[in-house]
């Protein structure tokens, strides 16, 4: 299968590319940007007015199988990515049973395999179960093909414990990727302490539930020489931190969610769960720190975060639901709608949801290198895309943007060279 | 962009198309006027439990439930009370999450009340916001009074404090109020300042350890202090609250002994607020905690008067979010 995907803006951050080109694919890898002769095309897609840019890698997308099939399952969730233009995605280990053996890596791999709609890596355990008391079989996690280890949102309250668990990664050359979190000042809250949950009378999680515990991962990534990724940062103090480490030589990298680049604890005053995130949305101090930190690099890459949910995990007051918003769907055009914030052009947007995210987990896509497979995404930016709580392909509804119109519209997902989304309605 | 659909507000969710009080969820929001409003109803039922036969026949036939999620005597016995002098039929469940322990969900077990057709749920919680979540899911015709939700809001203690403020100083533009003690966890204290922030007081003081002042509580219009002596300074109303005891457990603060000898309120912490000064306490007081018995019981306290403005606070609230299709009637005119 040849296809040719002509006339588009085309932006490939990590070549340095961003112009009017076409696109040539040949057996399912790229074989030109600009021109080539002799191009016999079986397809040509019109991209006039739209963007073509690598297919997304997202950090973090919780597919909720196995497990928690009632909210999601690997199936709905991938035909979600596909459609929100992700090739790549990375699941964190917090299924049930938690990826701490080879087992679940594979049953994850050969289910996503059988979809062939999105490519899915694994980061492993760092404690068994996640229970932050013993060391995950990691060398045995990394040969079923787990590309880091974690613990996700279960906080690891013994530092000897961590301590211990960086310096064997680093022995098993594996990535930590560390959501920052002090368990004990995290403990109970639901909320950004400050002003909004002071009104609501939500229990407060303080900033230094986050800068604490980056503190100490940094100081320990030091010590043990650990290759360290922070995930999901949600302050400015938070960033300051990972910006004087790397000052001192060591080299971290940082991500943000998509959601916390827009919202803000005041979206929590008419009390949606929707909202309810953890990390929690932090004040517009915060928020505009993380934009910031995106323009100057303090910030390496933008996930989307992804973690749907059933209604039931949404219903009843705010303190008794469940934190987490389903995302994939508008991770794109959220992303998109950052362009014109100081420092922020397109091309930055693009590289921190492909190149860089894919430099983080280290694998070879991303990018639209000549040669390399071809993941492809072809995205309209200026048509527009309803956000309502019952359309989109993942079986999450709690998305907080519902009611919204979004501009940023997918008309093409390719991976591979062969497509697994496309929109052919081409309305705008 | 980025202002999520604002799918319910707040501060209108109480509120009915007329702008007129459908439920009772919470005082943040409340106008002056409509604030009054509910104090000048509540003086018409100031006298009813002094008469010979104690009731109104305003809500004749409505049926309410007492839905108490978490444990209360006072406060539920004044919601019945109020009910009762009002001629409703009224249910106390006290729920104390045995239903909800069982797995059933908060709106499972309200559909499951609803369906014994009640026109009111009085609801306490101990999650902040359920009474809100409740308020979206009942029926069009079934209004919610919030009893009390977590840390949140208690409107109704909260107007009977400013009721009780109103009978001994009028004028509230005058006024120097102190909150004292658990700001952080206190659902009075909330309702309490945005009352009476919108009825206009001069100073709101909020007295406390840093560990019981929530974060970023300024921003509610209120000044803090960590001293006692500075915080009663020329005050008029002093507003002490209960401390809880898992606050020691908590780590909040050391001891009661420490807590009373830094917070308490005793005769000569007293001496530098205003000679006329009033002091409140929501109840059930610690006797030698936070206050100390000569002040509960001297001059200057109007706790017991609270109590019986409870009533009359409920009754108004709750013959106004039901009574509304009838119309402005009051006690007196419908007394018979």
Known sequence: MRILIRNGRVIDPANDID????????????????SMNDFQPDRTIDADGCLV??????????LREPGAEHKATIGSELRAAAAGGVTTLCMPPDTDPVIDTPAVVDMIQRRSRQLGLVGVYTLGALTKGLAGETLAEMDTLKAAGCVGVGNALRPIANSQVLRRAFEYAASCELKV?????????????????????TRLGLPGIPETAETVAISRALLLAEQTGVSLHICRVTTARGLELIQAARERGLAVTADVGICYLHLTADNLLDANPDCHLLPPLRDAANRDALRAGLADGGVTAICSDHQPHDADAKAGPFVATEPGAATLEQWLPLTLQLAGHAGLELPRLIAAVTSQPARILDLAAGTLTVGRSADICVVDPLAPVEVTADQGLSAGRNTPFAGHTLKGRVRYTMRRGKFTHADESHSA | MTTPQQHDPDNNSQLDAQGRLRHFLTTEGLSRDQLTQILDYAETFAGVGERPVKKVPLLRGKTIMNLFFEPSTRTRTTFELAAKRLSADVLNLNIEASATKKGETLADTLHTLEAMHCDMFVVRHAQSGAAHYIARQVAPHVSVINAGDGSHAHPTQAMLDVFTIRQHKPDFSQLTVAIVGDIAHSRVARSEIHALKALGVKTLRVVGPRTLIPAGVEQLGVEVFHDLDQGLRDVDVVMMLRLQRERMAGAYIPSEHEYFRRYGLTEARLAVAKPDAIV??????NRGVEIDSQIADGRHSVILQQVSHGIAIRMAVMAMTLGRQGGENTADEDAG
């Open chain 1, 19 to 34: 112009k009017t080109a076409d696109v040539y694919i040949s057996d399912g890898r790229i074989a030109a940007v600009g």
């Open chain 1, 177 to 197: 990727f560390y959501d920052a979190e002090d368990a004990a000042l995290r403990a109970g809250g639901v909320a950004h302490e400050g002003a909004v949950s």
């Open chain 2, 280 to 285: 409140m306490h929501p109840g059930p007081i």
């Open chain 1, 53 to 62: 840019v690598p297919g997304l890698v997202d950090l973090s997308t919780r």
